[in-house]
């Protein structure tokens, strides 16, 4: 399972660059496909909140759920009355609610290493989804992990206080369908010139289609479309994160 302890701390200037604004705007462009009528979202594992946020600026009323109590103090101090926040499990949490429309993004399912925790995950979707809605998760797509194959990669970013830099090692458990990122970051302070150092390892599983397919079909779930994450195509060898729209 996931650490996201002292890691939170930088999350969001490690993320800086990501465009949640952009993405946020393309996952609506889905939901107005499919659940034209939503009003309101559960995001599961919505982390610092950064695409809660965008959500919440659109009009959806967003119920967010971590849990990691770390980023979620980011997600509070996030001022927009439209969300709502609680610390728990996305494979066991049950807020005696439905909605509109359940997300897990950024690689919240690719968390879930064992069939059980993506079972119980797509569980607490099915629970919580309202009659008419749709629930969509993104996942690391295994054809495109195996053609493209994950690589060492580092990252350094900076503000006023801190500069992080960050190497990104990968171990492939082909055998697992996992691959184990190994993070260690240095994260210079700049007043004092004291250096932290900072290890994790995130464990991120792929998937293939025909076994999410039999996961939702365990669950009674429909596929409604599998795309390459941020495009409007069905996913292929060089789309690494691909985009999966349930409905029940
Ligand atoms: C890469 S972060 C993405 C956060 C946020 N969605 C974003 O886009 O910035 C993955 C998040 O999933 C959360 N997470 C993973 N598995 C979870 C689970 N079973 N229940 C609740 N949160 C989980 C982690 O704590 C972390 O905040």
Known sequence: MPQFGDYSKYYNLLYSDKDYGGEARYVDSIIKRYAPHAATMLELGCGTGRYTAEFASMGYRVHGVDMSGEMLREARGIQNSNIELSCGD????RLGEKFDVVAALFHVMSYQSSNRDVLDVL??????????????????????VLTLR??????????????VSR???????IGKNRVAVNYT???????DGNVNKLRETHNMRYFFLPELELMLDMLNLCIVAPLGWYTDLYPNN???AALMIVSK
């Open 238 to 240: 060089a789309t690494w």
């Open 150 to 163: 994950p690589e060492t990669r580092f990252k350094e970013v900076e503000d006023d206080e801190i500069k």
């Open 90 to 93: 996305a494979r066991n949490i």
């Open 123 to 144: 569980a607490t979707m099915k629970t919580h989804l309202a009659d008419g809605g749709i629930a969509l998760f993104d996942f690391w797509y295994g054809p495109a």
């Open 185 to 191: 970051a240095f994260i210079l302070n700049k007043r």
């Open 167 to 173: 190497v990104a090692v990968p171990v492939m458990d």
